[in-house]
């Protein structure tokens, strides 16, 4: 799995080799590979008898760990803005 | 918001062509979104690499305020932690994985498919998707009891990008610059975090 990451790293290190010129393209291709992915992922689950069946209780448990996981950060970002808020400074 | 409606719009697709087996699912059978990822992550890579731009600007950041995502990923990791002694099946390792897709729910669901299948992958992509649904619906009332920073760092990953504008809104234009260098951090962060808590 780790090659996943090695290709991010040599794309950080193509990209930034070339950072002479805007590869404005790069954007573009990135969006329709997601496209692509998304579709592919859409029809492995579509194809999949026992995710199709599941799809009720694997969603409760995405909205459970959505909600705590939400609700944690927003807990962490409070504690932090009361440390900000009681000694003034600018942002 | 136009955007994630038509990346979900061609999930969407590939669901229903999937469930009434219009098309060969053989296609899945070659590997081949192993190598159509690989190629996401590189040009994801190259977009990151092209553009040393947008570190400099980060700069003028108030230096507390640089510690606000590392707050946002424990937050969130205390937060699954929580939830799974409740799920039993999921160890704590898969829902720190999907946790750490901070709603960036198309790469999140996509690395978390190809290394641990499809089940915990279609729990990542929903369980992103619906953080940010989360973030655009409550970010108002986030900001009214849990101050500015709160909308930031529910928002995760996205908050450069697809509840930028929300964040803006509801926190100011002071918090702009705050929002965009959390997501910058946050986007970089995912593959790698997934990656980790997916080999535990």
Not at chain 2, 151 to 166: E, K, L, N, Q, R
Request: proline content about 3%; overall charge positive.
């Amino acid at each position: 799995m780790f090659i996943v990451i090695a290709c991010m790293l040599a794309g950080i290190a193509l990209g930034y080799l070339l950072r002479r010129h805007k590869l404005r393209f790069i954007h573009r291709l990135t969006l329709v590979l997601i496209w692509l992915l998304l579709f592919l992922l859409g029809l492995e689950v579509g194809a999949n008898e026992t995710i199709v069946r599941q799809f009720g209780s694997l969603g409760l448990e995405a909205l459970l760990l959505a909600t705590a996981g939400t609700l944690g950060s927003v807990l962490a970002a409070w504690a932090l803005w009361l440390v900000i808020r009681i000694k003034p400074s600018k942002l | 918001m136009k955007g994630s409606i038509v990346i979900l719009s061609f999930f969407a697709t590939g669901l229903l062509l999937g469930l009434f087996h219009w098309i060969p699912t053989e296609l899945l059978n070659y590997n081949f979104s192993f190598y159509v990822l690989c190629a996401l992550m590189f040009s994801v890579g190259i977009s990151i690499g092209n553009d040393p731009s947008s570190f400099r600007q980060f700069r003028h950041l108030n230096p507390r305020l640089l510690f606000l995502p590392i707050l946002t990923m424990l937050g969130t990791w205390i937060g699954v932690l929580a939830v799974s002694f409740m799920l039993s099946g999921r160890s704590a390792a898969d829902c720190l994985a999907v946790g750490s897709g901070f709603g960036y729910y198309s790469l999140s669901g996509i690395l978390i498919t190809q290394y641990k299948g499809i089940e915990l992958g279609t729990i990542a992509l929903l369980s992103n998707i619906i953080r940010e649904v989360i973030t655009l619906l409550l970010a108002p009332w986030m900001v009214q009891y849990f101050g500015k920073l709160a909308p930031i760092s529910a928002g995760g990953a996205t908050t450069m990008d697809t509840t930028f504008p929300v964040i803006v809104r509801y926190s100011g234009k002071d918090y702009a610059i705050v929002s965009i260098y959390h997501g910058f951090v946050m986007d970089f962060s995912v593959p790698f975090l997934v990656t980790f808590f997916c080999s535990l």
